[in-house]
């Protein structure tokens, strides 16, 4: 075989194992759907009880790879005055200078890092925390529900689920530790829905 002939049949192959080769992975851009989305937490009340409070405002955008199943930013931006327990006067109390100071601080953020899933969509998510000007770590426990058209329009949509704790003095925020009235730790519920951006 002489080198011309030699150099075709390598061209060939090359060009037949590009048009065989799987296409290379590319992330996508997802935002969170607001109709579709809780970010809620529980604290202790003195012993008693919990008490459930969420945020009404809410806005996210995500960046993911399906095929890999790998996160590559995320970043979330929660309004403190949008704080909501069913009870006017404890919310007007959460988001004064004692809580969430929504005044001198209306955003908590929190900004994505390693996603790191099993076969099943089950693992783990840490990014970073940002309320009242205080930025800490956290992992979260994650749960990837699913990516697929929804049943009611032609939307592609990611769902998961997030769970985690933190406690509230890691943020400055102390009012009733002492004398018991309030909790420290806080666990955080999210439920999310994302729209793919086409």
């Known amino acids: 075989m002489n080198r011309l002939h030699a150099l075709a049949c390598a061209g060939l192959l090359?060009?037949?194992?590009?048009?065989?080769?799987?296409?290379?992975?590319?992330?996508?851009?997802?935002?969170?759907?607001?109709e579709h989305l809780v970010v809620a937490f529980l604290v202790d009340h003195a012993g008693f009880a919990r008490v459930l409070g969420r945020f009404t405002s809410v806005q996210g955008e995500i960046t993911y790879d399906p095929d890999t199943r790998q996160l590559s930013a995320g970043h979330v931006r929660i309004g403190t005055n949008s704080v909501a327990s069913d009870d006017r006067r404890r919310d007007r109390h959460v988001r004064g200078?004692?809580?969430?100071?929504?005044?001198s601080h209306p955003v908590i953020?929190?900004?994505?890092?390693?996603?790191?899933?099993?076969?099943?969509?089950?693992?783990?998510?840490?990014?970073r925390l940002t309320?009242?000007?205080?930025?800490?770590?956290?992992?979260?426990?994650?749960r990837l529900n699913q990516e697929a058209?929804?049943?009611?329009?032609?939307?592609?949509?990611?769902?998961?689920s997030l769970r985690g704790v933190l406690s509230r003095s890691d943020f400055g925020i102390?009012?009733?530790?002492?004398?018991?009235?309030?909790?420290?730790?806080?666990?955080?519920?999210?439920?999310?829905?994302?729209?793919?951006?086409?």
């Open 109 to 127: 953020e929190f900004r994505a890092g390693e996603l790191r899933l099993d076969a099943i969509g089950r693992g783990e998510l840490d990014g």
């Open 131 to 142: 309320i009242r000007g205080t930025t800490r770590p956290i992992t979260l426990q994650a």
């Open 97 to 103: 200078s004692d809580f969430l100071d929504a005044r």
């Open 14 to 34: 090359a060009g037949s194992w590009l048009a065989t080769a799987p296409a290379a992975a590319e992330p996508r851009e997802y935002v969170l759907d607001p």
């Open 174 to 198: 102390d009012y009733g530790l002492e004398q018991g009235w309030v909790g420290d730790e806080v666990e955080l519920i999210i439920e999310f829905e994302a729209i793919r951006q086409d």
């Open 149 to 160: 058209e929804s049943p009611f329009n032609d939307d592609v949509v990611l769902g998961g």
